[in-house]
């Protein structure tokens, strides 16, 4: 059966740093994208960062470029998300999202465009 394992997140002070990983388990053939979205309580899942597997062009929300760097592993279906300077208002449940098919604008970060999703992952970022 397949699935996204995914490792990481826990609590941190602001200014701190968190990577969260995700791979593919039971399923060998390689993804088009993957992606890291999170959600906090009353808001929708909202993108962060997603990368196209087969050229691994990246692509970020706003609200976190130039802290948060996704990345492929040497692993098949395998993505981390590095977050540096972390701050309060990262606090969520953070999600990890693989798509096979071809996503025409990845740089949307819509979850629509991801079909099968991992458990999600706290990270707590306190002032």
């Known amino acids: 059966e397949m699935e996204l394992v995914t490792s990481g997140g826990g609590s941190v002070q602001a200014g701190g740093s968190l990577t969260l990983s995700c791979r593919v388990s039971?399923?060998?053939?390689?993804?088009?994208?993957m992606g890291w979205f999170r959600q906090s309580p009353g808001k929708e899942r909202e993108g962060v960062a997603a990368?196209?597997?087969?050229?691994?062009?990246?692509y970020y929300a706003d609200s976190v470029k130039g802290r948060f760097t996704i990345s492929q592993g040497s692993a098949i279906n395998t993505v981390y998300l590095q977050m540096n300077s972390l701050k309060p208002e990262d606090s969520a449940m953070y999600y990890c999202?693989?798509?096979?098919?071809?996503?025409?604008?990845?740089?949307?970060?819509?979850?629509?465009?991801?079909?099968?999703w991992g458990q999600g992952i706290r990270v707590t970022v306190s002032s």
């Open positions: 039971g399923y060998d053939a390689s993804t088009h994208a």
């Open positions: 999202a693989a798509e096979w098919g071809r996503i025409a604008d990845p740089s949307a970060l819509k979850r629509t465009q991801f079909e099968y």
């Open positions: 990368i196209v597997t087969s050229d691994a062009t990246t």
